[in-house]
């Protein structure tokens, strides 16, 4: 019932960063027709610009997290057992939680210092600027204190235990290698060696 909840609300957010998105496309392109064609302009396209650019980036964030597909390098914790993946992963989680904390405090003390301060164009509050700082720290914390609890529980698989995924590059350089090792085999009538297991030569 978690994940159901979880999986709509992040659904929720993919649809409030297509909007902020289209908001953004409409007042930026807008803006250029404008100024070119009628020598006017959109006065708060860049400010409000700026400010979805912002809430889209945390807002993306949080789905990242959720989905994992934060870039990183697995080249040490792939290579250990289960109980050392377990522990890197709790420690990791860890860690996340206490920054996630810290970025808390940081944006909710600017949030509530900015309450009184209006934008220099909408004149809205600046205080809707450093809120994207609020929301992201209390999904992430709340994502990241489930994911611990899981570990802690067993209720995580081994294929679970690795954190981050390589860069989209270096699957695909990977997926070429593997190719060109089964072109080479199957030209020299040679079985195809594994793509993950490196070649040993004897002396």
């Known amino acids: 019932m978690i ?21 953004m496309v409409v007042l930026v392109f807008g803006n250029v027709v404008l100024r070119y ?13 700026r400010w979805l650019f912002v809430w889209l980036c945390f807002l993306g964030a949080v789905v990242a997290m959720k989905d994992g597909a ?7 914790v792939s290579r250990l057992p289960v109980a050392g993946k377990k522990a890197c992963l709790v420690m990791g989680h860890l860690l996340m939680l206490y920054m996630t904390w810290l970025f ?14 209006a934008a220099p164009v909408t ?32 209720n995580v698989g081994e294929g679970d235990l690795v954190m981050v995924k390589e860069s989209e590059e270096q699957a695909e350089l990977e ?3 593997a190719e060109l090792a089964r072109s080479d085999a199957s030209k ?3 079985p195809a060696a594994r793509s993950d297991t490196p070649s040993r030569h004897r002396t």
Do not use: K
């Open 104 to 117: 808390l405090s940081g944006s909710w003390q600017q949030a509530t210092l900015n309450m009184d301060v």
């Open 37 to 49: 064609a009628f020598n006017s302009g959109i006065a708060v396209s860049e400010e409000v610009s």
């Open 188 to 190: 020299s009538g040679a």
């Open 70 to 76: 934060h870039l990183g390098t697995d080249m040490l």
């Open 175 to 177: 997926a070429l290698q």
């Open 3 to 23: 994940d159901t909840a979880i999986a709509r609300i992040c659904r929720a957010i993919d649809l409030l960063i297509a909007a902020a998105l289209a908001v």
């Open 123 to 154: 004149g809205a509050p600046m205080s809707i600027f450093y809120a994207s700082g609020v929301v992201f720290s209390l999904c992430a914390g709340v994502l990241l204190l489930l994911q611990l609890v899981r570990v802690l529980t067993g």
